[in-house]
């Protein structure tokens, strides 16, 4: 069974810093990973999106890396500011079976002015 | 205007009643979802739609039904509510797109919903 998990479940940071967030799952079989963005009342948004076969991808001033052997993905924000405040989670979807998202529980981040 | 819109975005209802969350998109996609999350859950997927004449059950259908009205409309219904039904709902669309966009999913902004 595919588990996912993000760790830490919150994190507050300066601004300027570059931080990493981590993502975990289980099962090396999926076919992509995706990461997105949830600000408080609002739905999901994507930032990411990481096929099973890439090592990474880029938009901005993020980046997110996938390793499938060691189950695990990072998302990389260089350059911290407030408005990246936000809860960030991680997906992944399995290789076959179900069509189904297995989504992490979220890092929470806050972005100290 | 929003490519992903819900209605309503807040309700609050009395165990036994019958609910109807609605969903509609403009962003031409085929596929629709219904998600709930719960604090510390993550997000679960109740029911998907391929297309009008396509319904999946997800991980958690049990009380729940869909309705695909339309290519922009995916309804979800809750035909007896339960204070377990408590949860903020989402529903997101995706396409086919090239290798690098398929599945990215896009979600409306959610459904408070609260069953007493």
């Known amino acids: 069974k595919q588990e996912v998990t993000q760790i830490p479940a919150a994190l507050s940071v300066p601004e300027g810093e570059n931080l990493v967030l981590n993502c975990s799952f289980t099962?090396?079989?999926?076919?992509?990973l995706q990461w997105f963005r949830q600000d408080p009342g609002k739905g999901l948004t994507s930032l990411l999106l990481?096929?099973?076969?890439?090592r990474e991808q880029t938009s901005g001033r993020l980046n997110a890396s996938l390793d499938k052997s060691s189950g695990r993905s990072t998302l990389y924000i260089a350059a911290s500011q407030p408005g990246d405040s936000a809860t960030y989670l991680c997906?992944?979807?399995?290789?076959?079976?179900?069509?189904?998202?297995?989504f992490g529980t979220g890092t929470r981040l806050k972005v100290l002015a | 205007d929003a490519d992903v819109t819900q209605t309503p975005r807040n309700r609050i209802t009395k165990t036994g009643k019958r609910i109807m969350l609605e969903c509609s998109q403009t962003k031409g996609h085929d596929r629709m979802y219904w998600y709930r999350q719960d604090p510390g859950l993550g997000l679960q997927l109740i029911y998907y739609?391929?297309?009008?004449?396509?319904?999946n059950k997800g991980e958690i259908s049990d009380g729940y039904s869909v309705s695909r009205q339309a290519q922009a409309k995916f309804s979800l219904s809750l035909e007896s509510a339960i204070p377990n039904q408590t949860a903020l709902y989402f529903c997101?669309?995706?396409?086919?797109?090239?290798?690098?966009?398929?599945?990215?999913?896009?979600f409306g902004p959610g459904t408070r919903l609260t069953v007493l």
């Open positions: 099962d090396s079989a999926i076919y992509n």
């Open positions: 997101a669309t995706s396409d086919l797109g090239d290798r690098g966009t398929r599945d990215t999913q896009y």
């Open positions: 997906a992944v979807r399995r290789t076959s079976g179900t069509y189904k998202y297995i």
């Open positions: 739609s391929f297309d009008v004449k396509d319904i």
């Open positions: 990481i096929q099973s076969s890439q």
